[in-house]
């Protein structure tokens, strides 16, 4: 059973989450540890007193009206539709009366939008850039549905330095930092921005982060893999008229528009999750919308 913790505000926050990403400096992870947590995952990963693993397919093993806002960072693509019925349903029986729901999701118009451009700059004007947008702007489109492979085509894109330092930040934010951030012998001298990252710098990147995670996985749970555990694949995305019908179907109500910056979670600008670290633009481009219970 979970050991509710409670902001110093008095109200008690539930933070829902499949990784880590959310927490990439010291002071999101200490402000964290004033909120709850759920995390998606189907494995066996290590639990805290106010930290459990959840497959969200399923209730939530807590009780009715037991918080004033939950917030649910990019889970909900990775739930099919109608999981995410039964999903916005359970978060409304859990918030008190009056309560907020707030969720940041992979924005469907954005990449739709992104797609079309990037596809017509191509078209109108062939070249190594213009492919390496486009691809990319596909790769954020709908490699994370079908990927077989921790990573898809976007790791084959940066493996063959197939991308665009300032696109992937306008399409990414700060979530692919660190791939720009290498020791300076890592960079190909005369190389242009399109090989800025060596592929031996991204292999070892990806076997010291993955490689051990995925050899125990697959060990603890042979008859899934790895991407399944961790709810890699997304299995939907939405744009605001569809969580908006999600959103007072389960009955919430107040269903609105939100920002990266604002929110009416209480002291929601103590924590400000959603606002890169770095500066004034999103931590990650998102759809973000909120309800009251």
Not at 210 to 216: F, N, Y
Not at 245 to 250: G, H, I, K, P, V
Request: hydrophobic share 40%; proline share 7%.
């Amino acid at each position: 059973m979970m050991k509710f913790v409670t902001a110093p505000s008095g109200h008690r926050l539930l933070l829902v989450w499949r990784t880590e990403f959310l927490f990439y400096t010291p002071e999101r992870r200490r402000l964290s540890q004033e909120w709850n947590h759920v995390r998606l995952a189907s494995a066996s990963l290590p639990e805290q007193p106010s930290l459990i693993n959840h497959p969200l397919n399923r209730p939530l093993p807590l009780h009715d009206d037991s918080f004033d806002a939950i917030y649910s960072f990019h889970v909900i693509e990775h739930l099919s539709p109608a999981a995410n019925e039964r999903f916005m349903r359970d978060v409304h029986r859990l918030l008190k009366p009056g309560g907020i729901y707030r969720v940041s999701t992979p924005d469907l118009e954005f990449l739709a939008t992104e797609y079309l451009q990037r596809l017509h700059e191509q078209m109108a004007c062939a070249s190594v850039e213009n492919y390496a947008r486009y691809r990319w702007a596909v790769c954020n489109l709908i490699d994370q549905c079908v990927r077989e492979e921790s990573g898809g085509e976007m790791i084959a894109a940066l493996r063959n330095g197939e991308f665009i330092p300032e696109h992937v930040k306008h399409m990414n934010g700060d979530l692919l930092d660190f791939l720009f951030r290498p020791p300076p012998t890592a960079f190909a001298p005369g190389s242009g921005p399109l090989r800025l990252l060596r592929v031996d710098v991204v292999k070892r990147i990806v076997r010291k982060v993955a490689g051990p995670l995925v050899r125990w996985l697959r060990r603890r749970f042979q008859h899934k893999s790895p991407i399944e555990l961790m709810h890699e694949k997304n299995l939907w995305l939405w744009d605001c008229v569809s969580l908006g019908r999600l959103f007072s179907d389960a009955g919430f109500s107040f269903v609105t528009a939100a920002d990266y910056r604002t929110s009416s979670i209480p002291g929601w600008n103590r924590y400000n999750f959603d606002q890169s670290a770095y500066g004034e633009y999103p931590l990650e481009p998102s759809l973000y919308m909120e309800g009251t219970k």
